[in-house]
């Protein structure tokens, strides 16, 4: 089967189920032969090899089942950097850019402060910080070793050298310590909520905290505190239906200076909070 043609079937099959099924197509064979993707339009007519066709199709399968085109291809762009992913971590997605766009409004550019990102995941945030600020000490922490694995990976291939990592559930692997700004993409959805049925190849721990979608919430409210400096910020993505019952959350445990920020779409997406003002 040529290049094209390949495409064609396989861009037709995937709009049923894909928004993007023509470069979802484009990219996955761009996987399966291993080339660039303006290779695939300099060649249209070279012909695919039963081995490669044979990868090709269990890709296309793949995403047909609604498995994110970052598992199905090893990764995902986030903050201009390519890192990887797999199911041990979400998908690092667009909106959480504006968590990393106020916690560098945060941090002078030459300030050599301590930085926390608790439930890394991929390490997308953490490291999104460590690169634009090289002279900060970013910690990353996350309960599930997998996905620090993935985390360290990415940073290794960064070759980062001012970010460390933690296993651990939430503050317990950094009692003790103060930081200057804490920042944390956390689970937030509903575990009833019908979407997580969408986000099913996505590991539900990330996702869902309990029947409200705040129970980590709570815990970062509660803990907190304890480790961030007096002038410190705490930064906080949260559903966009939640803003309200965040903040006041927050003002239960003593937070001021509560302020929700929108995301690039317009939604209520992160909120900041002092734990006694600046």
């Avoid at 339009?41 to 498995?67: C, I, N």
């Avoid at 291939?157 to 970010?163: E, R, S, V, W, Y």
């Amino acid at each position: 089967m040529r290049l094209d043609a390949a495409i064609r079937e396989a861009a037709t099959r995937l709009s049923e189920t894909s928004d993007s099924a023509r470069l979802d197509a484009e990219l996955l064979l761009c996987q399966a032969i291993d080339v660039p993707r303006n290779y695939l339009f300099a060649h249209p007519e070279d012909e695919l090899d039963d081995a490669s066709l044979a990868r090709f199709t269990k890709s296309v399968e793949r995403r047909l089942d609604g498995e994110p085109m970052a598992y199905i291809t090893g990764t995902r762009e986030f903050w201009s950097r390519e890192l990887q992913v797999s199911p041990a971590t979400l998908v690092p997605r667009p909106e959480t850019e504006l968590l990393v766009d106020l916690a560098l409004r945060e941090i002078p550019r030459k300030a050599e402060w301590q930085l926390l990102d608790l439930g890394t995941g991929s390490g997308a945030v953490a490291i999104a910080l460590a690169a634009e600020r090289p002279l900060c000490s970013v910690t990353a922490v996350d309960v599930s070793a997998a996905a620090l694995n993935i985390a360290r990976e990415n940073a290794r291939q960064l070759m980062l050298g001012n970010i460390s990592f933690a296993e651990g559930n939430w503050t317990a692997p950094v009692a003790g310590r103060r930081f200057n700004v804490i920042v944390s993409n956390p689970p937030y959805v509903r575990s009833d909520d019908p979407a997580l049925l969408a986000l099913r190849h996505e590991p539900l721990a990330a996702l869902a905290a309990g029947p409200d979608g705040l129970d980590a919430i709570r815990v970062l409210a509660a803990e907190c505190g304890a480790i961030l400096a007096d002038d410190g910020a705490l930064l906080l993505e949260h559903g966009a239906d939640q803003a309200d019952e965040v903040a006041a959350l927050l003002a239960a445990r003593g937070w001021c200076e509560v302020t929700c920020h929108n995301d690039f779409a317009g939604l209520p997406r992160v909120t900041a909070a002092r734990r006694f003002g600046k």
